[in-house]
Each structure stands twice: as structure tokens, then as C-alpha cells.
């Protein structure tokens, strides 16, 4: 029997379903699908902190998070995977630690509950103790705020320069981090025009947040914010870090403006955002 180009068509068409070929990809939207700040307080160390991306399929979990590496605690740093499952309430995790395996025993509402991991390449011992996660909302929305510089004399002379502008969050690919991209914009002369029209480009993992502005001629203005800094004792607002609250909806942080030129020195203060969900 022949069959007309259209005819052989709907032949494969069938046979393909026929054997599963349009079958759904299996989705990966699961309750612990997102991003992940998860804070250990153990028994032989200083809290650490994780932060990365998850996925679940199914029962099972994926993903990757920035190791909670600092001075005082672990030599380890990078990236490593988080695996685990679900079943029911019941969540196990482990996350993979350059060849030193961390066990996360717990529920997934809230996602918490006991750890453990033996001595190995990144502790000098073993350790027990509780840990816990909180889920970031997406970075992604219309914001408003305002860049602070303080100059210390007497009296204090404090200048505001109020901005715009929009962000957003790309996907969740299970990576330690996910990109984020927008647009920023001055909407006060009150100090040097550091900022007429930036476009932004940048990263989140957990809360932390680090932030590129260009002008529009695609130069470098400044960066803001550090990623893998949360287990560092520097790490604040003030400093060296930028912080999105877990909602998504204020973000606050320091920023160092380069001197552009004799009438605009450099200039260093801190950030405020509040954003508009959309």
C-alpha cells in the first residue's frame, strides 16, 4: 500500500504515539524547585550558609549550590551538586562537597531537620547538627530607591540621587546561580550623574545578589554586591555584600561610584531598592 505525503504523516504520527513518542517531558516544577539559601548550625564549626538553585522531578532532586566556604570554617570552596528525594513530608538531601558527602535529613514544610557529615577533605572532623532553608522569591519587577553617600564633616553632608528601573530573573536551570538582566535609570540631579541610564546584567544565588552597571556607551560603571561572601565576617550591607530579602520585594547594599571627573569625585554609600512584583 502507498500512502500520499500527508497520508504517511498521520502513519508516523500514530505509530509515534503509539510508542510514547509524545509523551511530556517529565516537569521539574516541584515544591523544592527554586532558589535556596540553607543554613547549617552545627556542634564543631560556625554556621555555614549554601545558597543555590534546586529542582525537583517527580521525587526526585537536583541542583547545585555555592559551597559555605569562609576563614574560619571550611577550606572548600566552588560549586557543588545537591542531590536528594522526596517522599511525602520526608526530604533527604546530600550535597556533594569536593569528595566530602553532607547529609540533610528533614521535611520539606518547612524544609529543615538534622545533618551530619564524617571528617574528610573539607573539615578536620566530623559534625552533627541542625539546618534549615528559606526559599527566595524571584528577583523580577519595577523597583524604586535611592543611592545614600554620607561625607564626614561637621555637620555630616548627606546627598540622595533616586533611581529606577526594572529587573528580571532568567530560569531556574538547577545552576548555583540564575542571570539577571535589566535597566536602570536616574530620576535626580541632587549629586554627580553617576548614573543617567544604565543597562544591568548580573547574578542571584540564595539572597545574595551581584549587580552590573553600563552606561549606554557599554562601559563598566560598577559592580555591585559579591556572591559566595554570606560566610564571610565582611559580608553586610554596608560592606561587601547585596541582599535581596527572601520575598523579593527590598534589596540593600553598598555601592563605590569611580570618579568620572573633577566636579564628580569618587563616591561610596549605600543602596536601597523596593520592588513592585509583576
Known sequence: MKFGPV???????????????NKAATATNGTLSGNWQISLAG????PLVFTGFMLQANDIVSGNVILGASGNSTPCTGVSPITG??????????IDESAQQISLQGTSSPLAGQFSYNTGTCSPSSNTGTWSAVQVQPLTGNFEGTFTTVVSVSPPITTVLPVSGNLIQGPNTGDSTANITGTMQSTGSNFCPYI???????LISGTSVTL?????NGELITQLGQL?????????????????SPDG??????????AISNACPAAI???QLTFSQT
Open 212 to 216: 552590573n552597571l553600563y552606561g549606554p
Open 228 to 244: 559566595g561572601q554570606l560566610n564571610n565576617g565582611t559580608c553586610n550591607t554596608q560592606n561587601a555584600c547585596l541582599l535581596i
Open 43 to 46: 556542634q564543631a564549626q560556625t
Open 269 to 271: 554609600g549605600t543602596l
Open 85 to 94: 528525594t522526596v517522599n511525602g513530608s520526608n526530604v533527604s538531601l546530600t
Open 196 to 202: 543617567s541610564q544604565a543597562s544591568v546584567s548580573g
Open 249 to 258: 520585594t527590598s534589596m540593600t547594599g553598598s555601592f563605590n561610584f569611580p
Open 7 to 21: 497520508g504517511l504523516m498521520l502513519v508516523l504520527l500514530i505509530l509515534n504515539t503509539a510508542c510514547g513518542g
